[in-house]
């Protein structure tokens, strides 16, 4: 079975600077995606990222980039220039190739310091 | 992209009562998932709702507890089944949607229940 595992329960940071939320995982499968979603208060869930394991390349969205290294099973967020706005859990997850639903990380709490 | 309504957006239940949560989606969809998030918790994978056939469990879920339903490719129900206070918690409906290379799950609000 895949685990998602997010060490982090809580982060905290000032407001324009970065901060990397990491994430590790486990699986013996070579196909498959990982995402990053955002839960504000409203517990909407918001995708952040997402990248494809086949692509070697890091994904970038805006601020949001992901450090992803295959090899050591990590898939850690950067947050740049961070904004009141980006308050919320962080959620790292995970999905098989095939038609499955998603596994999810236990979530990390970011702080903003205005 | 995909939108979807959920509902009831909250509820309070008396225990022993059971509730059904309705997930409703702007376009045809082939795999809808329920999803529950415990109190400051995480989200679990409850089921997968295939149209046409019986959802699939994980471990831990079962069909008497969450019944659920599938009559079509944009809408599903979650039963809550003889509720207790341990069952308090956010139910969430989602969908994979886009090209199969590139499955994005996107999200229901979500519904908040609580058991007294």
């Known amino acids: 079975a895949q685990t998602v595992t997010q060490s982090q329960p809580e982060m905290s940071v000032q407001e324009a600077e970065t901060v990397t939320l990491s994430c590790t995982y486990d699986?013996?499968?070579?196909?498959?995606?990982l995402f990053w979603y955002k839960q504000p208060p409203s517990r909407q869930m918001i995708l952040v990222i997402r990248?494809?394991?086949?692509?070697?390349q890091n994904a970038t969205e805006n601020r949001f980039s992901v450090n992803f290294q295959k090899a050591a099973k990590s898939f850690s967020l950067k947050i740049s220039d961070s904004q009141l706005g980006d308050a919320a859990m962080y959620f790292c997850?995970?999905?098989?190739?095939?038609?499955?639903?998603?596994?999810f990380g236990k979530g990390t709490h970011l702080i903003i310091q205005p | 992209s995909a939108v979807i309504s959920q509902k009831p957006s909250r509820d309070i239940c008396q225990r022993g009562t059971s509730l059904t949560i309705q997930c409703q989606v702007d376009?045809?969809?082939?795999?809808m998932f329920w999803y529950r998030q415990q109190p400051g918790q995480s989200l679990t994978l409850i089921a997968t709702?295939?149209?046409?056939?019986?959802?699939?469990?994980e471990s831990g879920f079962v069909i008497d507890k969450f019944p659920i339903s599938r009559p079509n490719l944009t809408f599903s129900t979650l039963t809550v089944s003889n509720m207790s206070p341990e069952d308090s918690s956010i139910y969430l409906c989602?969908?994979?949607?886009?090209?199969?290379?590139?499955?994005?799950?996107?999200f229901g609000q979500g519904t908040r229940l609580t058991v007294v």
């Open positions: 997850a995970y999905v098989g190739g095939g038609a499955d639903g998603l596994t």
């Open positions: 699986t013996s499968e070579s196909d498959y995606y």
């Open positions: 990248q494809e394991a086949y692509k070697q």
């Open positions: 989602s969908v994979s949607a886009g090209p199969r290379a590139v499955p994005e799950a996107f």
């Open positions: 709702a295939n149209q046409g056939s019986e959802a699939t469990y």
């Open positions: 376009s045809q969809v082939t795999m």
